[in-house]
Structure formats: structure tokens, C-alpha cells
């Protein structure tokens, strides 16, 4: 199994600023992928970070809104930019090595409150 | 840590008991499942998963059943620990598709 790290791994930030949230594996892994999971919530997939190229994202998600990158096959950054208190979740990187029928391995998780 | 099952159904049962979780999805194409378990404060971690051909699947201590008729999931525990204390999530998958979709998630408290 993959062994999945992000950063931060909480953090208080202002309304109208940017955080950037990482996330590292310690293998090469096919696919990537970023959740939200709002307070007594369930998880909402934001977006497939795919490498070399643009994001693949979910309704209700936009690109402007929550930038992605994956430089390589074991790294991977969701940014939540111009925040607002709705912001305030868990957001959660997971990996799979597979495309359909495979299940994921999730990271610990980014707490994040926005005041 | 911080809990993320204020607003989900609770399963409250006593340390030895056998708990049963259930899960309906609404895919018919959904042809893969997993159950996940997530303790406060971390990611979600795999416990089983089950594939359309199948309609049991046994680990250690836990065991899946699915019923694609009525498109139920259930999880069953057996000798409830409070170690099992978490919220447990399952999650379909569709076969073409990488993603899968989360349930709304069941939160189980063990007494001891």
C-alpha cells in the first residue's frame, strides 16, 4: 500500500487569501485525486489531478477556484484560492494504481478554517 | 481530534455485539464497492471491497454482502471492538471510470 503525506497539515487562514495544500507518495502511482469533506460531511471529489496536464474537474469545481498541479507521479498541490468561511473542510488527497475497479489510499487530510 | 460525525446517522452498540451497516446506492452501472473506515482526525482507510459478481466477501472479522436487485451494501462486523469505533463509508465505482462516489457515511460508537 502507498504511504501518503500532505502538508499542511492544518492551518487558520483570512478570507481572501490562498493556501496551497501538498501531497506526496512514497511510489509512483497512476492516478491522483483531491476531496473535500465538509464538517459531519461525506467526501466530494473536487477533481483527478492528471500529470503532465490540466486537472479533470467535477461539477461545482472550478480551475480558478482550486488550482491543481501534478509535476510528476508522486507529488501533487491543490491550491483554495481567494477563500471564504464556506471553505472551511477537510481537504484530502487519495491514490489509486488503477483506473476503474481499484480502490484508492487516502492521506492523513489538511484541516483547513477560514475566519 | 476532531470528529466528522456530527450530522450522521449513529450506530451506538456494545463491545462483543455484531454490527450491521447499510449502505443503497443509486448507480445500476456501479459494479465495484468499498467500504472505508475513518477514525477522527485521519483519512479514510480501506477495510473491504466487493465486485458486482460477487454477493459475499469475508475478511477478518468483517464481511460484505451486496444485493444488486435492491442495490444494498451492507457491512458486518463481527465482535464489535471499541478500536471499530469510526465513521464508515462506502463507495461505488463504475466500471470506464476512475472515481468513485461516497455515501452519506454512518458513524458506529462501541460501548465497552
Known amino acids: 500500500s502507498a504511504v501518503i503525506s500532505q502538508k499542511p497539515s492544518r492551518d487558520i487562514c483570512q478570507r481572501g487569501t490562498s493556501l496551497t495544500i501538498q501531497c506526496q507518495v512514497d511510489s509512483q502511482v497512476t492516478m491522483m485525486f483531491w476531496y473535500r469533506q465538509q464538517p459531519g460531511q461525506s467526501l466530494t471529489l473536487i477533481a483527478t489531478?492528471?500529470?503532465?496536464?490540466?486537472?479533470?474537474?467535477e461539477s461545482g469545481f472550478v480551475i480558478d477556484k482550486f488550482p491543481i498541479s501534478r509535476p510528476n507521479l508522486t507529488f501533487s498541490t491543490l491550491t483554495v484560492s481567494n477563500m471564504s468561511p464556506e471553505d472551511s473542510s477537510i481537504y484530502l488527497c487519495?491514490?489509486?494504481?488503477?483506473?476503474?475497479?481499484?480502490?484508492?489510499?487516502f492521506g492523513p487530510g489538511t484541516r483547513l478554517t477560514v475566519t | 481530534g476532531e470528529s466528522v460525525g456530527l450530522h450522521l446517522p449513529t450506530l451506538s452498540v456494545q463491545e462483543g455485539d455484531n454490527s450491521i451497516i447499510n449502505c443503497a446506492y443509486s448507480?445500476?452501472?456501479?459494479?465495484?464497492f468499498i467500504w472505508y473506515k475513518q477514525e477522527s482526525g485521519k483519512g479514510p482507510q480501506f477495510i473491504i471491497d466487493?465486485?458486482?459478481?460477487?454477493d459475499k466477501r469475508q475478511g477478518q472479522r468483517v464481511t460484505v454482502l451486496l444485493n444488486k436487485t435492491v442495490k444494498h451494501l451492507s457491512l458486518q462486523i463481527a465482535a464489535t471492538q471499541p478500536g471499530d469505533s469510526a465513521v464508515y463509508f462506502c463507495?461505488?465505482?463504475?466500471?470506464?471510470?476512475?472515481?468513485?462516489?461516497f455515501g452519506k457515511g454512518t458513524m458506529l460508537l462501541v460501548s465497552p
Open positions: 489531478a492528471n500529470q503532465g496536464s490540466e486537472a479533470t474537474y
Open positions: 463507495a461505488e465505482n463504475t466500471v470506464g471510470y476512475s472515481t468513485l462516489t
Open positions: 466487493i465486485r458486482s459478481n460477487m
Open positions: 448507480n445500476s452501472a456501479s459494479d465495484y
Open positions: 487519495s491514490v489509486s494504481d488503477g483506473t476503474s475497479g481499484s480502490y484508492q489510499y
